[in-house]
């Protein structure tokens, strides 16, 4: 008989499913006692409470909006993925140790101490189930910024120990080699060796002084090399006085998706220190959304003063260069959708820059009914691209896109994230989608007007 009350998404917790899904795997790191991860956690947490978190924590109304708004919570409809419900255990030490009424709390035990079975049940929601896209931050009425709360709270979980173990290993390698992916200073040297033969440009490297210095991230050094031959076509051609640069290049920043912030600052003082030693106006940031945020909005804190130097998204470099006339493009005969990459377009604001480019080659764009800053993530940002046991719920996030996309009726989608390209190719391949992922930076460089 059918079960008329089925209703989709289906709750696979439902009782009525015999079948179980499997509990979600949580990973340790360290030899840590049970009470020390905790401890470690609340003392991180402690740390982060500021007078903005204060008033993020006692702001939330329990609308509920922030979980429509979310692409974990849209394709399961799964409570567990309303993202103020992510920071459960992180607002739960707020309100025991640190909110105005801690001391009724602790009292009356109205709020109980933090578990390590808590944060170990909440290693999936925080990692697996965020991307740090922050659409929920968009949508809450109360401006309560969840994406930068849950940044925060992932401090806590890696001072515990209790980081998914795949994001943790490419944080560690990042941190000692240089790169996520083993993109070291002699794998890229060899790289921009082989680029330079093959498709006979010049890609300058180590340029003591140049006004601008690119960095790159290992993405595109290790999947997409032609994005690298791109970038230096496009700059050539301009005439400008650009380097790579062997200390400072490696633009991701895994140390921040962790939640390991003396990673983050290792990695993101190189490039500011490269950037230094060669004199540079201008550092651009390549087709990475995290190392927009890293870099842009977090780079002068940790820097401690200014940057002596501007920052510019790549997508925001191209849009000068062609609204000031300096680079004339071919028109591109396509029909073409924008994938916006979070973390340049809704948190960075570099919205416009893209379309300018895009408008530049003629372009005819099919603006899909999400764009711009309320666009969907493409579910594999944050780190949750390297997470095995997310896959599942990131191809599922994933199909949100394919349908916006297709209704556009455009032939081929463009993002200016390699990231955002590496999750479009995985969700291209699972679900036998028919369109493929193109990077603005690749396209330009085929249009260049002569
Ligand atoms: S930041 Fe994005 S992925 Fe994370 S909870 Fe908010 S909407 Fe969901
Ligand atoms: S949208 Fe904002 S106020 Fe509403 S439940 Fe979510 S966090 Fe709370």
């Known amino acids: ?94 309100k025991r140790e640190a909110g105005p009424f801690a001391f009724a709390y602790r009292a009356f035990n109205l709020k109980p101490k933090v578990t390590l079975a808590e944060l170990e049940e909440w290693q999936h929601l925080l990692y697996d189930s965020c991307t740090m896209c922050g659409r929920c931050t968009m949508i809450c009425p109360m401006g309560i910024d969840i994406a930068t709360l849950i940044s925060q709270a992932r401090h806590g979980m890696f001072n515990a120990g209790l980081v998914p173990h795949e994001l943790w290993a490419v944080a560690e390698r990042a941190e000692r080699e240089g790169s996520p992916l083993g993109a070291t ?153 924008f994938h916006d990459p979070c973390q340049v377009s809704r948190r960075g604001g570099a919205t416009q820059a893209p379309r300018d480019v895009l408008q530049a080659m003629g372009a005819d764009l099919r603006e899909s009914r999400d764009s711009g800053a309320l666009g969907w993530c493409c579910g594999g940002g944050g780190g949750v691209v390297t997470i095995h046991r997310a896959d599942e719920l990131r191809h599922a996030a994933f199909d949100i896109n394919i349908r916006q996309i297709n209704a556009t009726g455009a032939e081929i989608p463009v993002t200016s994230c390699s990231n955002c390209r590496q999750t479009f190719d995985d969700g291209q391949a699972h679900y036998q989608w028919d369109k493929s992922m193109n990077s603005l930076l690749e396209l330009v460089a085929d249009h260049i007007a002569d």
């Open 185 to 337: 200073a002699k794998v890229l040297k060899d790289r921009i060796e082989w680029l330079a033969d093959d498709y006979e440009v010049e890609i300058p490297l180590d340029k003591p002084q140049a006004e601008v210095v690119c960095t790159l991230s290992s993405i595109e050094i290790m999947k997409y090399p032609e994005s690298i031959v791109a970038l230096a076509k496009i700059l050539n051609h301009l005439g400008t006085d650009w380097t790579l640069r062997s200390d400072g290049y490696e633009a991701t920043n895994f140390g921040l998706l962790s939640g390991n912030a003396a990673w983050q600052k290792d990695m993101t003082m190189k490039l500011i220190n490269a950037a230094v030693a060669a004199g540079a106006r201008t550092l651009v940031l390549p087709e990475c959304g995290h190392a927009y945020g890293a870099l842009r909005w977090q780079g002068a804190n940790i820097y401690g003063k200014p940057l002596p130097f501007t920052v510019l998204h790549i997508s925001e470099f191209l849009a000068e260069q062609v609204n000031s006339g300096k680079l004339k493009l071919k028109k591109l005969d396509k029909s073409v959708t």
């Open 1 to 94: 008989m059918t079960d008329v009350n089925i209703r989709f998404p289906l709750d696979l917790d439902s009782p009525r499913f015999s079948i179980r899904k499997p509990e979600v795997r949580s990973d340790r790191q360290g030899d840590m006692t049970d009470a020390e991860r905790v401890d470690r956690a609340m003392q991180s947490f402690m740390k982060d409470f500021s007078a903005t978190t204060a008033t993020y924590m006692e702001s939330c109304i329990h609308c509920g909006h922030c979980a429509d708004a979310c692409h974990f919570y849209k394709v399961t409809g799964d409570p567990k993925y309303t993202p103020i419900w992510k920071l459960e255990p992180f607002k739960q030490a707020y």
